[in-house]
């Protein structure tokens, strides 16, 4: 039986921040160039953990599919919206579907929320304010086994 992966993560936040100007690329996976799924996937890498991730993925994913994947690995687990904290990953609705995700960072009592992610849009890793736009995206938040 493969043993159970357990994840920081005070560690998975700060990877994330310690990435912030890395280029994106699409389907990157390391300090040449991220996409929003690897950032995810370099900063777990970084805790010795190399999760199933698709590989030839377009830009945006179809139906359900990041969804299913999210929850294929099992590394995750899916939590209420309302219940979000830092170290949790938020997957948005761009266009119609879930294509998108992004690591809260930053939740302070009565000050805008923070979270760290990459996109074409952007073209590198950033921090954002999760302002009432991103809010409205939100499709679902998955906190780290």
């Known amino acids: ?79 209420h919206v309302g219940q979000r904290q830092p170290g949790d990953m938020l997957v948005f609705v761009i266009r119609s579907d879930p294509q998108h995700l992004g690591l809260l960072v930053e939740r302070p009592a009565g000050g805008p929320e923070i979270m760290v992610h990459s996109a074409d849009v952007i073209m590198r890793v950033r921090a954002a304010t999760l302002g009432e736009a991103w809010l409205k995206r939100i499709a679902a938040v998955y906190r780290p086994n």
């Open 1 to 79: 039986m493969a043993e159970r992966q357990v994840i920081d993560r005070q560690r998975l936040i700060a990877d994330v921040i310690s990435m912030i100007d890395t280029p994106y690329h699409h389907q990157g996976r390391d300090e040449n160039g991220l996409d929003c799924v690897g950032l995810i996937i370099a900063a777990l890498r970084r805790q010795g953990i190399d999760p199933q991730a698709p590989a030839d993925y377009g830009k945006s994913p179809p139906g359900n599919s990041l969804l299913k994947h999210i929850d294929q690995c099992g590394l995750f687990q899916q939590v």
